[in-house]
């Protein structure tokens, strides 16, 4: 549908999205806080008033994009009443850098600052500079606008916010501040809606879920502790027709009655995400993950035996500080030990403000970082294929989320262990969980025919 062209009175918001799921859940945060302004969603920059662009500063790249996409829709800010917002993960140098390219910044846990923000910059007035993190802010008692899936059929609810771990290369610490849980009421009424709606999926957001922790008062003064464990038994349990799924998990954090809970309940998805970042015990030390690599390989084992089925992925960074070849064939000799279903995989890149960047020595030379990674990527692929082919001759429960990129006569979606499969169409819908025999593989994809 063609948007409305705006007329001089109306005000409407653009959210340029940079980063992370929990990014992409906060950018809905903010459209509901900008509804309730009177601003309307623009779904075209050039016809917004208000350009907000939602940052990440995990790696070097994301905040050179961020700049990249500031300059070039520079030419929109000289125009009288468009004002320009960073939201969202921004390192203190990053800062300093877009100072003059912006009107204001909010950090992730002040966004409902907003109408006060608008009310100033239309009445002239300059924003004054505040970058205190509230370590009290969930945002539960507000909905999300959920604009960014069109197909209305799985979105993000974030449980937690922040993370305490301070893993040496990280800056979600000084950009998210503390952890922070949601009451589980407030994440079990909001799953109710979504359900209502029709929402067929929901992931359950936070840097580090795993440490979710509610601490309920009861009436003898002793306290309930609600853990990540009883939060997905709870949601899983009053909404058995509802998929879950959640990220990010943290091995440190990872307990075994977590992976009771997946085993038990057929409506939470069996995909685990485990960053691990390396496989050598000298650089987790370095990086500060609390866990050795036999702890991890001991946790991986756990997975595999209370749930057979289940997928495992994982994050893994080569060339952080100190690293040499011994640990980087650590980093290969576990993944041939896990042989991971897919992963996500970068070389360090130094962030200002981390303890990394101040304190250990980015002495990896970029030639190196790229070969090691090259040569991680390369076996992922291998492991991926491998994994991949078990499902062959399988029957694979799938929910419908798309047309396939490869054809518009194919449908893609996703079996419970967050692979993708695609299908001939028959005649289904979007949002419909099918039941898909699979007859050939790609290290990417599952493909089929629905029985
Ligand atoms: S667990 Fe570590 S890597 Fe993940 S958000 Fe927290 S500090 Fe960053």
Redesign the pocket.
């Known amino acids: 549908m063609e948007e409305k062209k705006k007329n001089k009175s109306e005000n409407f918001f653009y959210i340029e999205n940079f980063g992370c799921q929990m990014n992409l859940s906060d950018s809905e945060i903010v459209a509901s806080i900008l509804l309730k302004c009177g601003y309307q969603l623009s779904q075209k920059v050039e016809n917004a008033n208000l350009i907000l662009f939602n940052s990440c500063s995990i790696r070097k790249k994301a905040e050179i994009s961020l700049k990249k996409k500031i300059d070039e829709l520079e030419y929109l800010r000289k125009k009288n009443g468009i004002f320009f917002g960073i939201i969202g993960c921004i390192s203190k140098s990053n800062r300093e850098l877009l100072d003059k390219k912006i009107d204001f910044f909010l950090n992730p846990n002040a966004y409902k600052k907003i109408p006060y923000i608008i009310r100033s910059l239309n009445q002239g007035e300059l924003i004054k500079k505040n970058n205190i993190l509230s370590q009290k802010e969930t945002y539960e008692d507000i909905l999300p606008f959920r604009f960014l899936n069109q197909e209305k059929i799985k979105t993000f609810l974030s449980i937690t916010r922040g993370?305490n771990?301070?893993?040496t290369f990280?800056i979600?610490?000084f950009t998210r501040g503390r952890e922070i849980s949601r009451s589980p009421n407030s994440i079990l009424h909001e799953c109710h809606l979504l359900y209502k709606e029709g929402y067929k999926e929901i992931t359950l957001l936070g840097?580090?879920v795993d440490s979710y922790k509610w601490i309920e008062p009861n009436s003898n003064h002793k306290k309930k502790i609600i853990d990540f464990s009883n939060l997905l038994r709870i949601i899983a349990e009053n909404l058995p027709f509802m998929r879950i799924r959640f990220s990010?998990s943290?091995p440190h954090d990872m307990s075994e009655q977590v992976l009771k809970v997946i085993a038990q309940n057929k409506n939470i998805c069996k995909h685990i995400h485990l960053?691990v970042q390396s496989g050598s015990n000298k650089i987790l030390k370095l990086m500060n993950r609390k866990y050795t690599r036999e702890e991890y390989l001991f946790l991986i084992e756990k997975i595999k035996s209370i749930i057979p089925e289940c997928s495992i992925s994982h994050d893994i960074m080569t060339g952080f500080c100190n690293e040499n070849e011994k640990d980087h064939l650590d980093t290969i000799d576990l993944m041939n030990q896990v042989k991971y279903n897919y992963g996500y995989m970068f070389s360090y890149s130094p962030r200002p403000g981390t303890y990394a960047y101040r304190n250990l020595k980015n002495n990896v030379p970029d030639h190196i970082k790229k070969r090691r990674l090259e040569e991680i990527i390369s076996l992922q692929r291998k492991h991926s294929l491998f994994r991949m082919k078990e499902y062959l001759g399988k029957l694979q429960e799938v929910l419908i989320e798309r047309i396939s990129k490869k054809s518009d006569q194919y449908w893609y979606g996703k079996n419970s262990q967050n692979l993708g499969v695609v299908f001939p169409k028959k005649n289904f819908k979007v949002g419909d969980i099918v039941h898909v025999k699979i007859k050939t593989v790609t290290s990417a994809t599952l493909i089929g025919n629905i029985v």
Do not use: L
Request: proline share 17%; glycine share 0%; with cysteine.
């Open positions: 993370c771990n301070m893993c990280c979600v610490p840097q580090n990010t943290n960053p």
